[in-house]
């Protein structure tokens, strides 16, 4: 079993910046792919960033990149979304996750684990 409790969200102007913290327990982090998902009022969850095991390796939906960074330090057991020039589309609730699968590039899918979510609001 793995647990994952994220925090970092909140309001924010557009233009802003917020970083998102992802803390994970119960199991060996660092065999773990990791990613962020979003899920905006009335729609789908959606895929945002993810890090392969040991963050040598990133991927992005195409409507951050460039304004979002994720990290893992593994010593912290801890996953990060740094959200730069953040936009009023930006809002949502943002949820870790966690993948126990020690591949070299990390996956938009396949995800077991999943936290509470943190909201993030962006005003114009």
């Known amino acids: 079993q793995v647990q994952l409790v994220e925090s970092g969200g909140g309001l924010v102007q557009a233009g802003g910046s917020l970083r998102l913290s992802c803390a994970a327990s119960?199991?060996?982090?660092?065999?773990?792919?990791m990613g962020w998902f979003r899920q905006a009022p009335g729609k789908g969850r959606e895929f945002v960033a993810a890090?392969?095991?040991?963050?040598?390796?990133?991927l992005y939906a195409d409507s951050v990149k460039g304004r979002f960074t994720i990290s893992r330090d593994n010593a912290k057991n801890t996953v990060y979304l740094q959200m730069n020039s953040l936009k009023p589309e930006d809002t949502a609730v943002y949820y870790c996750?966690?993948?126990?699968?020690?591949?070299?590039?990390?996956?938009?899918?396949?995800?077991?684990?999943w936290g509470q979510g943190t909201q993030v609001t962006v005003s114009s």
């Open positions: 890090v392969n095991w040991n963050g040598g390796s990133t």
């Open positions: 119960g199991r060996t982090f660092n065999r773990f792919q």
């Open positions: 996750a966690s993948r126990d699968y020690r591949a070299d590039y990390p996956s938009r899918v396949g995800y077991d684990y």
